[in-house]
């Protein structure tokens, strides 16, 4: 028997419109072979815990949903292939790597740190391990989005995507705003690149009109996913969406906290909104 998909994928109910939802962090089944050094509850805090749930209204609003159930300190899907940390590997990649600001702060595509800033391992990887988490893991992820987005795309001649994530309310040491309290939301569209800009603003005006706060490109500006999926002038708009954790959970116990319901309440409102903007979009 084959081993299950890396991902959960979850289909509109009724009227399928073309909008895709990936919550790429979410995933909490640890794989048996991920030795990490500090405590499983220390490694969880690198998660979007909940993401995925979050949005779990989203196929009645005509979306596809697509969730990693890895997670994202194995592997991260929200990083290219090239952003490998060779100080990580114990032997030589064998084909040129171009290591980001990300791998530089110790979160490129596989963690060399937990949130703590403590090392994730007590070793260094054999590169065939990182290929291993990349074929099992990242390509049928990418995969399995990249198919949705153009099947959709295929249909309609537009598809509108939403990179589903959340973030500490206060940056953390390594991030790029270390001990800054964050917006409720922060949109990242690579400054302008990856939507056309009536679909950030869609996305803006709802949430602020429903009472929250929302920062534009900062901290967060949008990394590999919106990068490839995002190409306006093709009508293929691609939006990243990190919502605050303090709104819906406690950071330490990663359990709900009283914000959740009133935050997912206003998510589906969120994705309602998001359908009405492309149903107009496609007349
Ligand atoms: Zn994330």
């Known amino acids: 028997m084959s081993p299950a998909p890396p991902f959960r994928r979850h289909l509109p109910i009724g009227e399928p419109l073309p909008i895709v939802l990936d919550s790429p962090h979410s995933g909490e089944d640890y794989p048996a072979d991920f030795d990490h050094l500090p405590s499983r509850a220390e490694v969880r805090r690198a998660e979007d815990t909940h993401v995925a749930r979050l949005y779990r209204s989203a196929p009645r ?158 901290p967060y500006k949008g990394v590999e996913l919106v990068r490839k999926h995002g190409r306006p002038a093709e009508n293929r708009h691609s939006l990243q969406v990190e919502v605050n954790r303090r709104l819906y959970m406690d950071e330490v116990t990663l359990l709900p906290n009283d914000g959740y319901a009133k935050l997912e309440r206003d998510l589906e409102k969120l994705l309602s909104a998001v359908a009405l903007f492309v149903r107009r979009s496609l007349v």
């Open 61 to 218: 609003h005509g979306a596809t949903l697509i969730e990693a159930t890895f997670p994202r300190s194995y592997i991260d899907p929200n990083r290219s292939l090239a952003d490998v940390d060779p100080d990580l590997l114990a032997d030589a990649w064998g084909e040129p790597l171009a290591p980001s600001r990300k791998t530089a702060q110790g979160i490129g595509l596989v963690w060399r740190i937990a949130r703590s800033g403590v090392p994730m391992y007590a070793r260094k990887l054999a590169s065939a391990e990182v290929r291993s988490r990349i074929e099992r893991c990242w390509k049928p992820y990418h995969e399995a989005l990249a198919a949705e987005i153009d099947a959709r795309h295929r249909s309609f001649g537009a598809v509108w995507h939403i990179d589903c994530h959340s973030m500490p309310a206060v940056g953390d040491t390594h991030a790029d705003d270390p001990g800054r309290a964050r917006a409720d939301f922060v949109l990242g569209d690579r400054d302008g690149t990856t939507c056309e800009p009536a679909f950030t603003r869609i996305v803006g005006e709802t949430l602020r009109d429903l009472g929250y706060g929302v920062a534009l490109n900062d």
